[in-house]
């Protein structure tokens, strides 16, 4: 499947405010939450549609609805979460799913502390996280709903590394994945570079 990176210019424009290490936390918060609605535009951009007969003040006409099921969103805690609010928005009936991850440091593998999705298999999946790192969290999250059932699974991410993005495309290579930055690189501790600190300390003023 394909990388698609949204760099219409609002949204550069206000990555480039969340990316300053002087942005406040309330500022960040409110900047991710406007680039994630934006940026569903693009992720929700071939949806089918459906024609459904309605009446207007002035005549009847075949009017476009959604068709199907609505979409799942499913933030990866806990950065993922202020992704969500931005996606509402758009679209409100969506449901909610919910992954917890961690890597166990001794074994390296991943460890779920809490996983809770919707029952219907079939409906569209937006995994949100704002950072695409190593790529490790991603895949273990798509590899954890892939063996539950779900089928459609979209990643939308703010920035990523080269790095991150081909990890999660020779794992998952039906996943679309939804840039707004393909940042330079990774440092020695796995941060994205120039990419934006941590984002979870960031959204929730931890750091």
Known sequence: MALHII???LVLHKLSIMRDKNTSTMKFRGLLEEIAMFMGYEITRDLPLTYEDIETPLMPMKA????GKKVVIVPILRAGLGM???LMRLMPSARIG????YRDEE??????????MPEHKDRLVLLTDPMLATGGSACDAIARLKADG????????LVASPQGVKVVQEQHPDVDIYLAS???GLND???ILPGLGDAGDRIFGTK
């Open 64 to 67: 476009p609805k959604i068709a």
């Open 98 to 101: 919910h992954i917890g991850l």
């Open 7 to 9: 760099d219409h210019p």
């Open 150 to 157: 779900y089928t459609q699974i979209r990643l939308l991410c």
């Open 107 to 116: 074994t390296c593998q991943p460890v779920f502390y809490y996983y809770k």
């Open 84 to 86: 969500v609010e931005g």
């Open 189 to 191: 501790k796995n941060y």
């Open 182 to 184: 393909l940042d330079e």
